[in-house]
């Protein structure tokens, strides 16, 4: 409120009065509009955990395949469910989640348009993310290999996203070369009002993971260069810094969580032995591995990494202390399975309570998926990570 106060009486000074009065008006509306915001943000309009359950929740959306709303038929539903099914389908399941679980991020890993089916890229994509924009969900988003198919380009489509209502999508990072489209990271703050607030105590990261390769001689799927891997460890390694040793200082990283849409070779680590879910169908990664899991492995933070890309792949596993988790397809018009429910990931970190009962740093990061079936069943509830017990004995 202060800060209002003092733009408008550094600004209404000499000002007529109809002048004062439409100014008046205006700086009413933007105060309404700030404070009508259902959760606490920071001091950037930022991300932060909730003061009451000292808790922050991503829902993530892979794979919705969006195209021309009601007039595009859905893929891989039973016979009975062919003639009432369309993208309004994937809208509804929207809703419901979001509903349900109120989340304070959603985030859109993408192949969230099928261009090749969509008439007018923008407009899809719109409808598309519009149920997050009309429940002011703060949103992010990553693109796909689809979603470049119609009337934009892969550089044209994050533009557009970027430009969207309540996003946190960034194009790319400012004064680097940088392959792709759609780079970039999100800090989520400590709990206002406690000793960490100004710190990021959950650290969010984006990367294009491209469409095809490009080399003749290569076929198959993209995959994140060098240029984002470098940009991914300097971020990491500056965060770092940050966290240990800026006032207060704190002993550990503050956790990382990855996002991006093709899955790396590291995918192809596991059998239904070691991971939670389900798998089948192949891992679709790029035919060479361009060393990212490396990369996440080296930086340290990283807890964990979502994808989407192969729709009827669902599981998490453990693989060197990075949890690598499909989210499963959650739009109709995408390939699936007939009578296996389309369905979202959620993520929920947990902070951790001091004995004087203030929240600090982050103490354990949940997940579990929801389907869209009359009960939006959860199902494979798991920890993905608990601090002091990853990779270290609890003594
Ligand atoms: C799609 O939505 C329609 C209209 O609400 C509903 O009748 C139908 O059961 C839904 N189909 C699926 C596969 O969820
Ligand atoms: C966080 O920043 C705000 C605004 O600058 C300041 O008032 C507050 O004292 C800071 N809190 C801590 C714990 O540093
Ligand atoms: C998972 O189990 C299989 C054998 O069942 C093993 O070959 C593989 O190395 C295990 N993967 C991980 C990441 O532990």
């Given at each position: 409120m202060s800060r209002f106060l003092t733009l408008l009486r550094a600004t209404t000074m000499g000002l007529a009065p109809p002048r004062l009065l439409l100014l008046l008006l205006l700086v009413a509306a933007a105060e309404t509009s700030a404070g009508a915001g259902r959760k606490e943000k920071g001091s950037g309009g930022g991300l932060r955990f909730r003061s009451g359950s000292g808790t922050f929740k991503v829902v993530q959306v892979a794979d919705?395949?969006?195209?021309?709303?009601?007039l595009t038929g859905c893929l891989d539903v039973l016979p009975s469910e062919?003639?009432?099914?369309?993208d309004l389908n994937t809208t509804a399941f929207l809703y419901r989640v979001f509903r349900a679980e109120d989340p304070d991020l959603v985030v859109f890993t993408g192949d969230n348009i099928y261009g090749a089916d969509a008439t007018d890229a923008a407009k899809s994509m719109d409808a598309a993310i519009a149920p997050a924009i009309n429940m002011k969900l703060p949103w992010a988003a990553v693109i796909g290999n689809?979603?470049?198919?119609?009337?934009?380009s892969r550089e044209g489509v994050m533009r557009h996203l970027v430009g969207m209502k309540n996003t946190l999508s960034r194009f790319n990072p400012e004064g680097i070369e940088i392959d792709g489209y759609g780079n970039y990271n999100l800090e989520v703050g400590g709990?206002?009002?406690?000793?960490?607030?100004?710190?990021?105590?959950l650290n969010l990261y984006f990367l294009d993971s491209g469409d095809y390769s490009t080399v003749p001689s290569i076929g198959g799927y993209g995959w994140i260069k060098a240029s984002q891997q470098f940009w991914f460890q300097q971020t990491s390694s500056s965060l770092q810094t940050k966290y240990m040793k800026e006032q207060p200082k704190q002993k550990e990283a503050a956790p990382g969580l990855v996002y991006f849409h093709i899955p790396l070779p590291?995918?192809?680590?596991?059998t239904a032995s070691n991971f939670t879910g389900v798998k089948q169908e192949g891992i679709s990664s790029p035919s060479i591995n361009s060393g990212f899991f490396a990369s996440m492995v080296e930086a340290g933070d990283v807890k964990a990494a979502f994808i989407g890309h192969d729709h009827v792949n669902d599981f998490c596993g453990n693989l060197n202390g990075i949890q690598l988790c499909y989210a499963g397809g959650f739009g109709y018009h995408a390939y699936g399975k007939a009578g296996w429910s389309r369905r979202a990931r959620v993520v929920s970190v947990q902070l951790e309570k001091t004995d004087s009962g203030e929240w600090r740093g982050v103490k354990f990061i949940k997940t579990w998926k929801r389907l869209d079936d009359p009960h939006l069943t959860t199902i494979d509830s798991q920890i993905l990570w608990n601090r002091g017990s990853n990779g270290m004995a609890l003594s």
């Open positions: 919705m395949h969006y195209a021309d709303g009601r062919v003639a009432a099914c369309s689809h979603d470049q198919e119609g009337t934009l709990v206002e009002g406690t000793l960490l607030a100004n710190k990021s105590v590291e995918f192809s680590s596991f």
